[in-house]
């Protein structure tokens, strides 16, 4: 009794749903079986009941083609609820090919969008379609992107590299790491300009809140462009995590060498798709972080963008260079531009905490300390510029202070930085652990320092450009 009573409600509120669409004008040549039964399964999509949606919706996908745009919207979301609930084989196909038809009749109903819905037909199709047909997945995905580069969500491209891996994996001869790299490249420079796009947003609407003149609308689109803007940054780091594996130096030597360069010397697409694969930082075998700058095709690259395009990337690959090559002058130079023009703040962020490593290594350390807190100040999630402000830090022994225990104080203040690292990052936690070892070892004697009247507990404040106060600990593991 119960469950009629409650589909009597849901006729009623339908009915009474179909008549207010009437009274908008948004149905008028639609009959009026179309009007109530879209008006049915719109009230249970709305509570979730999406099975029992099912006839309502099918009678407008199969009778109303063009009476709305949300036929097509939310069909998926219940066939595939209906597919979920079917146990029979032969059913569950036919309505996965239902599923399928839903996004070809929305492009040829309504096709403003035809990139975007064909890369949503895709990521159903990696769901539902036998390992045999994973070319023809494949292929759909490839159209979605090549109809439309950048209009995509961040699972679309996050699902396109894992099918780009697979048929890597499946048939390394037909689809070789040309078309491996070649799908790479066209993914993160689309994650790349959404990416920016999104910054840019960002940094619009926070000029607004800067200045009190931010609305209401602006604040909710902040924080749905914040959340969007993860999800990519997650993306791009698993894509990244994954080429990695495969993109090592001596298979890009293959793509990227003086035969190749002299082909394409002129080509500002391949020159800046080289530098990015070619700087691209993976784990050795012991763990630590390296990339293919050291070949030397990798400095004719990084010339010629720079040349024909200076940017961001072009100015970043002649800073690792410089940096490589210990022409300290040119990679804080390089990193400062790269800083400049860059959008993505993480990256803007990484540059301006290279600039500082250059900095350090050339012995700048109050420079290099300014730089290492401009990274922090962007980006406060990396532990990495704390990483570099402890080592600044560090690099000061005897630079401050008039006796032996006001000179070493510094490290105090380069484990409460390494610390603070650990804290905001936890990827860099086994680096931050081994300088807090090594810089402990370092620290003021206890019997010196108690000669200078100083003990466990005191704080003791560090001069000159450090500027930092610390806790007299000597008991630091």
């Not at 703040?345 to 290492?372: S, T, V």
Request: net charge neutral; with cysteine; hydrophobic share 35%.
């Amino acid at each position: 009794m119960m469950k009629t009573k409650n589909i009597s409600l849901i006729v009623f509120f339908a009915l009474a749903f179909s008549q207010w669409v009437i009274a908008q004008g948004g149905f008028q040549n639609a009959s009026e079986d179309c009007k109530n039964n879209y008006s049915i399964f719109y009230e249970l999509y709305k509570t979730r009941n999406y099975v029992e949606a099912f006839e309502g919706w099918k009678y407008t996908f199969d009778n109303c083609k063009e009476m709305t745009k949300n036929i097509y919207i939310y069909g998926p979301t219940i066939v595939k609820a209906k597919i979920d609930s079917e146990k029979d084989q032969a059913k569950r196909r036919e309505l996965t090919q239902l599923l399928y038809r839903i996004y070809d009749d929305r492009n040829k109903y309504f096709p403003e969008k035809e990139g975007y819905v064909i890369g949503l037909k895709a990521m159903d199709m990696m769901t539902y379609e036998p390992e045999s047909e994973m070319e023809k997945v494949f292929n759909t995905f490839q159209k979605a992107l090549e109809l439309e580069t950048s209009e995509h969500s961040a699972a679309f491209f996050n699902n396109y590299f894992i099918m780009v891996i697979r048929m890597y994996q499946k048939d390394s001869k037909k689809f070789g790491l040309d078309r491996v790299f070649e799908t790479f490249n066209l993914i993160s420079e689309a994650l790349e300009n959404n990416n920016n796009n999104y910054n840019r947003q960002i940094e619009e609407i926070q000029r607004k809140i800067d200045a009190n003149q931010a609305t209401d609308k602006d604040l909710k689109t902040k924080e749905r462009l914040e959340k969007e803007l993860e999800n990519y940054t997650k993306v791009e780091t698993n894509i990244e995590l994954q080429i990695a594996k495969i993109a090592t130096c001596d298979r890009l030597t293959v793509l990227y060498n003086d035969e190749t360069f002299n082909a394409n010397k002129n080509d500002i697409n391949w020159l800046r798709r080289a530098a990015k694969l070619l700087q691209k930082e993976r784990e050795n075998e012991e763990g630590e972080r390296e990339s293919c700058i050291t070949l030397p095709i990798f400095l004719k690259i990084a010339n010629e963008l720079n040349k024909l395009e200076p940017s961001a990337t072009s100015s970043r690959s002649l800073g690792k260079i410089a940096l490589y090559n210990k022409d300290y002058n040119l990679a804080i130079e390089s990193f400062k531009k790269a800083a400049e023009l860059e959008a993505d703040p993480i990256k803007r962020a990484d540059d301006w905490r290279r600039a500082g490593e250059a900095m350090l290594r050339k012995g700048q350390l109050e420079a290099a300390k300014a730089a290492a807190l401009k990274s922090i100040q962007i980006n406060s999630k990396s532990g990495e510029g704390y990483i570099l402000l402890a080592q600044v830090y560090a690099a000061a022994e005897g630079v401050c202070g008039n006796n032996v225990f006001e000179k070493k104080a510094v490290y105090w203040a380069a484990i409460d930085k390494l610390r603070a690292a650990i804290n905001a990052d936890p990827n860099v936690a086994n680096k931050a652990r081994r300088l807090i070892s090594e810089y402990s070892r370092r620290l003021p004697d206890k019997g010196i320092s108690f000669q200078f009247n100083w003990k466990q507990g005191d704080k003791y404040t560090i001069g000159c450009w450090i500027n930092e106060t610390v806790t007299v600990d000597f008991d630091i593991k």
